[in-house]
């Protein structure tokens, strides 16, 4: 845009329309909102031959006045214009927006809206001013004004430039914002979209394992980083999370996936065989061993052993697992050959280690050793979307095994199954569709009557919000003892009557649940 010619008072009608015309052409081809600004500022500025020109706009909300920008050369002001808001009914500008008409004002002090705080805040005195309004439709986007004519006072033909000015500054404000948002959109949306990628990408990854929940989309990152190397990985998680499923894909996505997979659940194996299952053993070790067997690392070399539940492996074993992973090489029970093996080791817990560690029930050494990429597997609880993803597909598994094409979970039936806590994870709402497809006719869908009353009872009173519903009637301790009862009466449900296990949960001892299960004159479940 060219530099700006000086509004005479000798130029023609024409010659003005000339200027407005340059000025409109300029302000139209600025899209960048905070390029235009400055631009419409110092322009107009220049063609009105003004001391200064301000842009105010209404906010969001429609009710203040800021300065975006300000034609002032003194250092500072312009900081302390731009933190100026004022409201719209305040002001010569609010004035302007209210009426929607352009003023043209000889004598500030004279005008009973006139508003000081502007020159207090730019140390300069106003004399005189126009304020032209931003209409777009019935809309007023703001006002732009020139204060102080250099020569003389401002006139009819300045208050009428201006006024036309203002219906272009307008268009470009408006179009200029709208540019803005739509940058800002196509900003958010590409962010979003590329969020859906990584997120298709990463459960693409891995397809044996089901979630697009955000707290999976997690674990499917660091699967990821996980899959191309040898290092340790430690999976954490509840019982029937799905860890040796993550492992499994760890390795099968991994460049092992050629070489064995073999698990040992460690809580599972009695300690005094833990030893020769791991490492072998020599004919004639011990009474009953007429053969050699080669152990578990032996029949991982080159790929994978996951060892399960290692928390609950004893503290001896712990330290001749810890010489392997140090040293890489073991003797087989019984044997003084020392042989060497090339194992990715991928343990699982479903107890905090570094609590085990502290209460030293673990090593610290082995824990170092096997926690150098930890994964936490989050409990179904905790998997916001994912029950009937994970529904549908143990459904269809469990249909097509046995053949009576139960293919369907009634709505009412996902919204409990959503609801209720599981407290076994995957493992237990494979359990139950387990149970209500045996209960479904064949051909049918799976129904509320099909499911277990613990898990409709339960998953019912959390998808209402609550065990008791709140009625503003009667005491504050009233209330207080009616959620106490219900809320052991559900605790006890959950928990099957089991007083150990609730009491453990609500922090008690069993002692005191006992005697508030006398005091509510509760029935524990299962009891007559």
């Known amino acids: 845009m060219g530099p700006s010619v000086p509004l005479r008072a000798t130029q023609s009608d024409g010659e003005r329309l000339a200027v407005l015309l340059e000025l409109s052409r300029g302000f ?81 002090s004279n005008n009973r809206f006139f508003n000081p705080k502007i020159d207090q805040q730019t140390g300069e005195r106003t004399r005189s001013m126009i304020c032209a309004p931003l209409r777009r439709g019935d809309e007023v986007l703001g006002v732009i004004e020139v204060i102080n004519c250099r020569e003389g006072v401002f006139g009819e033909s300045e208050l009428e430039f201006l006024e036309a000015l203002a219906q272009s500054v307008s268009l470009a404000v408006e179009t200029a914002k709208l540019v803005g948002d739509l940058r800002n959109t196509t900003a958010r949306l590409a962010g979003e979209i590329s969020g859906l990628r990584r997120e298709r990408l990463h459960a693409d990854s891995f397809p044996e394992i089901i979630g697009r929940s955000p707290a999976m989309e997690q674990v499917f990152a660091l699967m990821e980083s996980a899959v191309e190397s040898s290092i340790a990985v430690q999976i954490q998680g509840e019982t029937g999370v799905g860890k040796e499923l993550v492992a499994r894909a760890i390795h099968t996505h991994g460049p092992r996936r050629e070489a064995p997979f073999v698990a040992l659940n460690c809580g599972a194996m009695p300690a005094a065989l833990l030893e020769s299952e791991l490492f072998g053993f020599a004919r004639g070790a011990f009474t009953g061993a007429d053969r050699a067997k080669p152990g578990l690392f032996e029949a991982a070399d080159q790929g994978t052993l996951f060892l399960d539940e290692i928390n609950a492996m004893p503290l001896d074993q712990q330290a001749k697992l810890l010489r392997v992973i140090q040293e890489g090489e073991f003797r087989r029970l019984g044997e ?44 179904l609880r905790e998997r916001s979307g994912d029950v009937a993803l994970i529904a549908g597909a143990i459904l269809q598994r469990i249909s097509d095994r046995t053949k009576k094409n139960v293919n369907a979970i009634d709505a009412d039936v996902l919204q409990i199954l959503d609801a209720y806590g599981w407290p076994g994870n995957v493992r237990e709402l494979e359990n139950e569709l387990e149970r209500a497809v045996a209960l479904a006719s064949a051909g049918s869908s799976v129904s509320r009557d099909c499911l277990s009353p613990r898990v409709v009872e339960l998953g019912e009173t959390r998808a209402q919000g609550g065990s008791m519903a709140i009625h503003p009637r009667g005491s504050l301790r009233e209330a207080r003892e009616k959620f106490e009862r219900e809320f052991l009466r559900s605790v006890l449900r959950l928990h099957e009557g089991n007083a150990t296990k609730a009491a453990k949960e609500l922090g008690i001892s069993r002692q005191m649940l006992q ?3 006398k005091d509510w004159g509760l029935r524990e479940p299962g009891k007559r």
């Open 28 to 108: 139209a081809a600025q899209r960048d909102f905070d390029d235009l600004l400055p631009l419409v500022i110092r322009h107009t500025q220049e063609v009105l031959n003004a001391e200064g020109c301000s842009l105010l706009l209404v906010n969001e909300a429609g009710t203040d006045l800021y300065f975006p920008v300000t034609s002032s050369a003194q250092e500072g002001v312009d900081r302390r214009l731009q933190n100026l808001r004022f409201p719209v009914s305040q002001g010569i500008a609010g004035h302007v927006v209210r009426t929607r008409q352009t003023l043209l004002v000889d004598d500030v």
């Open 336 to 379: 003084t050959v020392v042989r060497k093996v090339d194992v990715r080791l991928v343990s699982a817990s479903n107890a905090d280690l570094a609590e085990e560690v502290r209460e030293q029930r673990f090593r610290e050494d082995l824990y170092y050793r096997l926690n150098v990429f930890p994964i936490v597997v989050p409990p």
């Open 515 to 517: 005697k508030k299960i």
